[in-house]
């Protein structure tokens, strides 16, 4: 059984170069619980600054309170940084890749990062209930990871995003093929972990 979305190699290879450089998150919009998404915006302006072509894109949506939360986070951005925000809102399963294959970054919880591996993306988990900003686990390529979503600390995000968009197109591709490895480990013992 394999999933409908999968690893393209000439997609990777041409997403390494990183002549832009986006940043996606998939996942509902309920804060406190998924707060490093506020985090990750954040972390967005304060990087953009040094690397002016980088990207954020959103897909998720929430409850009216919590995504006027979001919009008044983003709002308090630059015009230039908000103009590089895409929030596109629930998307269905089968038209994820038009987002995922633009993408060079995915940071999410549970589903969300589960995805990001399927594409063969550089994946970091991130953490639920973080109040300091975007906290993560690291790079979603540990076969031993019991689960994609803790409350237990992290750490900050900002040093592992510098690293992805800045190492070596080598690196890049081997750090895909990594995630991408994960993807097909996990799947393969828990075939409908997505879909559930």
Request: charged residues 20%.
């Given at each position: ?63 009216t309170?919590?995504?006027n ?31 995922f ?34 906290e ?61």
């Open positions: 059984c394999v999933l409908p979305i999968d690893y393209a190699p000439s997609i990777v290879e041409n997403r390494s170069k990183r002549h832009t450089f986006n940043i996606i998150s998939v996942g509902r919009f309920d804060f406190p619980h998924k707060n490093y998404i506020l985090g990750l915006i954040d972390l967005y302006s304060k990087i953009k600054v040094e690397f002016p072509y980088i990207t954020l894109t959103l897909i998720g949506d929430g409850t309170k919590d995504r939360m979001l919009l008044d986070k983003i709002n308090k951005l630059s015009s230039e940084h908000r103009r590089d925000i895409s929030l596109i809102g629930v998307v269905p399963f089968a038209h994820l890749s038009k987002y294959n633009r993408a060079h970054l995915s940071i999410g919880v549970a589903g969300g990062a589960f995805a990001g591996l399927a594409f063969g993306i550089p994946t970091l988990i991130a953490r639920n209930y973080s109040d300091n900003g975007c993560v686990y690291g790079y979603f390529t540990n076969h031993n990871f019991p689960t994609a979503t803790s409350r237990d600390p992290g750490v900050d995000a900002e040093p592992l995003l510098r690293d992805v968009i800045t190492m070596r197109t080598e690196s890049y591709i081997d750090l895909s093929k990594k995630c991408y490895e994960t993807y097909k480990i996990r799947h393969s013992y828990e075939p409908m972990y997505f879909f559930n």
